[in-house]
């Protein structure tokens, strides 16, 4: 895969509830970097994933996923990429290990491997001591890293997560965060929202700034204080200053 090839491509992206949530939206994210949409409540952050997901139906745009039309042949961009939602759902009566080999199943991987990497996933998130107990009593972050784990079984290319580490202890939120920064580092692709900018700026390739249901700005950590003439300020002052120009317009 050369490097310019492009994870998620969307062009014109538009859906309209009472008012438009997403409003002609453009974006390309390259094949293996990590890239944080940031925006506030309300931006279109959620939207936007949930349709790139295949989640919710656009009114008008495209949208493709390594080359795959994702509208016309939603299964074939389901198959290479993996959403993990705010809200963690998973099976509460099965085990960890029990959820991960259900979720492989849905994918038809081959049983040999999947029982290895779902061990290992969960593993890697702190959860071996957690392998064979039922779900129904683990703490929200203890679901999130399930689900998370199940996401990722079937080795997807593109990894779309909203909010991951909302609600997340310091020792969970630093395994997500090693997991995630793996996979990128064996040339995945994450697509991350994010309301802890210092996250988004630590770990992020590229940052998209989303108001109002478009991008107002992209690119770099650097790249962002050069178009703004801030060339020492942190994520949260640029953030600021580009959406209280975007209200201001």
Known sequence: ??????????????????RPAVDGL??????????????????????????????????????AIFGIDALDDPIAAKQVMAWVSDEPMIYDKLTPLEYLEFVAGLWGVD????????????VSLGLEPHLHERCEGFSK??????????ALV???????????LTGLDAVSARHVKGLLAERV???????MTTHILEVAERMADRIGVIAAGRIVAEGTLAELRQQNGRTDTSLEELFIALVDVESAA
């Open 1 to 18: 895969m050369t490097p310019d090839t492009s994870a998620l491509t969307v062009r014109g992206l538009t859906k309209c509830f009472e």
């Open 26 to 63: 453009d974006l390309i994210v390259r094949a293996g970097e990590f890239y944080a949409l940031v925006g506030p409540n309300g931006a279109g952050k959620t939207t936007t994933l949930r349709m790139v997901a295949g989640l919710l139906r656009p009114d008008a745009g495209e949208i």
């Open 111 to 122: 049983p040999a491997s999947s029982s290895a990497t779902a061990r290992a996933l969960l």
């Open 141 to 150: 972050g203890m679901r999130q890293k399930v689900a998370l784990a199940g």
């Open 154 to 164: 079937h080795d997807p290319q593109l990894i779309i997560l909203d909010e991951p």
């Open 185 to 191: 580092r064996r040339g995945g692709t994450v697509i």
